[in-house]
């Protein structure tokens, strides 16, 4: 791009500049622009790096917000306490077959089954036989009930606590959280 100000112009422009903006050429050479600083330069040490102070924290800072809950969704939360109540049903009928097992294997319903037999038999029948009333087949089918009962009724008190919730954070505004962020 030509300078169609010559000299003149340049003069006018250079003079205008304010101070410290533009430095005077010495000796005729023209040294490189430098914009104006808002700060100044940080002084360096002779080794030309900065020095951390004695005592500083290395620790990195921790963001902090603070939010408040002031309303849970009850569709969510029904859907949501129904997938885990399915899964908390699953887990019940898997642990009663597991104890049941590790049970049977130990011979706690044939030495427990044998006892309740002697004290409750008579001379005309055997008693009370409790390996047949405890078998596996009808503990998981009385332990998938409850699971269901439970499904049910989780599904339906934790959404009624979502809308019991809504009412209340309603008068009080709601939980406040405060949720920190490592950098």
């Given at each position: 791009m030509t300078d169609t100000r010559g000299p003149q112009g340049r003069a006018e422009y250079e003079a205008g500049a304010l101070p410290g903006e533009r430095e005077k050429p010495i000796g005729g050479q023209q040294q490189p622009y430098h914009p104006p600083q808002a700060y100044p330069a940080p002084q360096r040490g002779a080794e030309g790096a900065r020095r951390p102070r004695t005592g500083a924290r290395t620790a990195p800072r921790t963001r902090k917000a603070r939010l408040r809950v002031s309303k849970a969704d009850p569709w969510?939360?029904?859907?949501v306490s129904f997938l885990l109540s399915i899964a908390l049903g699953i887990c019940t009928v898997i642990?009663?077959?597991?104890?049941?097992?590790v049970m049977d294997a130990m011979g706690v319903f044939s030495t427990v089954g044998g006892t309740i037999s002697e004290a409750t038999g008579s001379n005309e029948s055997n008693g009370f036989d409790l390996?047949?009333?405890l078998s596996l087949p009808r503990v998981l089918l009385f332990t998938s009930v409850i699971a269901v009962i439970d499904v049910v009724l989780a599904t339906a008190l934790a959404t009624l606590g979502a809308f019991i919730y809504n009412l209340s954070a309603g008068f009080v505004g709601g939980i406040e959280l405060t949720l920190a962020e490592d950098e």
């Amino acid at each position: 791009m030509t300078d169609t100000r010559g000299p003149q112009g340049r003069a006018e422009y250079e003079a205008g500049a304010l101070p410290g903006e533009r430095e005077k050429p010495i000796g005729g050479q023209q040294q490189p622009y430098h914009p104006p600083q808002a700060y100044p330069a940080p002084q360096r040490g002779a080794e030309g790096a900065r020095r951390p102070r004695t005592g500083a924290r290395t620790a990195p800072r921790t963001r902090k917000a603070r939010l408040r809950v002031s309303k849970a969704d009850p569709w969510s939360v029904m859907k949501v306490s129904f997938l885990l109540s399915i899964a908390l049903g699953i887990c019940t009928v898997i642990a009663a077959a597991v104890l049941w097992m590790v049970m049977d294997a130990m011979g706690v319903f044939s030495t427990v089954g044998g006892t309740i037999s002697e004290a409750t038999g008579s001379n005309e029948s055997n008693g009370f036989d409790l390996q047949s009333f405890l078998s596996l087949p009808r503990v998981l089918l009385f332990t998938s009930v409850i699971a269901v009962i439970d499904v049910v009724l989780a599904t339906a008190l934790a959404t009624l606590g979502a809308f019991i919730y809504n009412l209340s954070a309603g008068f009080v505004g709601g939980i406040e959280l405060t949720l920190a962020e490592d950098e």
